[in-house]
């Protein structure tokens, strides 16, 4: 779930797949909802990449590294980055307390980055329906 790396007491980094649409479009809303509490930047810009994390790791999974320097990945990602406003807290409680909602979650999220392409689509879809 987190490694421990340098801390620095800035706004917590989530680092995402600019190449990936379904990304990039949740990165955006996210950076709406939660800016200022979060600073946003693709793994493509080595300008804002922690160069503790691992090309092929951040192409694999969405990765938060908070304040303290503690780094989450995969859905302990996004439920910490919501967990930073507390109107979308109950994620992140859920997570670490609710058995099974760990496993479950990380499941349904390595099926969505598994699936990028087909659920992109979807959400498009979906996009244009609302």
């Known amino acids: 779930m987190t490694e421990r790396g340098p801390g620095n007491n800035q706004r917590p980094l989530m680092i995402y797949d600019g190449d990936c649409g379904f990304c990039t479009y949740w990165a955006h809303r996210w950076a709406e909802k939660l800016s200022p509490h979060l600073h946003i930047v693709a793994l493509q810009d080595n300008r804002g990449r922690p160069a503790q994390l691992a ?3 951040l192409e694999e999974e969405i990765h938060l590294v908070d304040s303290e320097g503690d780094v989450f990945r995969g859905a302990a990602a996004v439920f910490r ?9 109950l994620g992140w409680w859920c997570y670490r307390f609710v058995p099974g909602f760990r496993p479950i979650t990380e499941w349904v999220y390595r099926w969505v980055a598994d699936n990028r392409q087909k659920v992109s689509r979807w959400t498009r879809w979906l996009r244009r329906k609302a």
């Open 55 to 57: 090309i092929q790791d």
């Open 81 to 89: 980055a919501l967990a930073l406003r507390r109107r979308y807290s």
